[in-house]
Structures are given as C-alpha cells and as structure tokens.
Nanobody
Framework: QVQLVESGGGSVQAGGSLKLSCTAS????????MAWHRRSPGKERELVSS???????IYADSVKGRFTISRDNAKNTLSLQMNSLKIDDTGIYTCALYNYYLEVEYWGQGIEVTVSS
C-alpha cells in the first residue's frame, strides 16, 4: 500500500510562487511515473505535469515555462515549483502515482491552491 501526502498549498497573489510537495510512504515503485493533477472550479480534473522514472517531463500547455516538476526517488518525494501564478491556476492539486500500464494507481488527498488578483 502506498500513501501520498501533499503539502505546500495555500493562497498567493497573481504573479507569485508556491512550491507543492508530495511525500510517498509505503512500498514505493520508483520505476513508475508520478504526476500532479488539478481540478479548477467548474472544470474537469486535468494533468498539470508528470515525470517518468528516467526524468521525462510532460507539462500542460497552460503551465509550460511557469511550472517545474521534480522527483527525488531517494526521498520518495515529488515537487511542483509554480511560478508566475495566474488566477486560472486556482484549484485542488493532487499527487498521483501511476502503474506499469500508465493508469493512476494511487492518489493523494489533494491540496488547495488559491491565486487571487
């Protein structure tokens, strides 16, 4: 069993920065992809960014150039540095661990990010 716990959310003004962290505990298959998803008000949950075990990164077009994902397999952590935040970045951000079939196997509880003008 794997548990994912997010931290680092909060409220920030537009243009500001936040760093989200996800700490994984349990039997961690660090060979698998990890990702951040978000659900913004009135929208479907979307993939924000993912990173594979060999470091391949994917970003949603809306966050490219502003967000940076990173993982530390030795510490079982996943991070998301969010810069130049926009009001549209507001939402619940959730850490996810994928399985071999690139399906989400585990979800974190989610953490709230609020960006205001």
């Amino acid at each position: 069993q794997v548990q994912l716990v997010e931290s680092g959310g909060g409220s920030v003004q537009a243009g500001g920065s936040l760093k989200l962290s996800c700490t994984a505990s349990g039997n961690i298959p660090n060979t698998f992809t990890m990702a951040w998803h978000r659900r913004s008000p009135g929208k479907e949950r979307e993939l924000v960014s993912s990173v594979s075990s060999n470091g391949d990164e994917i970003y949603a077009d809306s966050v490219k150039g502003r967000f940076t994902i990173s993982r530390d397999n030795a510490k079982n952590t996943l991070s998301l540095q969010m810069n130049s935040l926009k009001i549209d970045d507001t939402g619940i951000y959730t850490c996810a661990l994928y399985n071999y079939y690139l399906e989400v196997e585990y979800w974190g509880q989610g953490i709230e990010v609020t960006v205001s003008s």
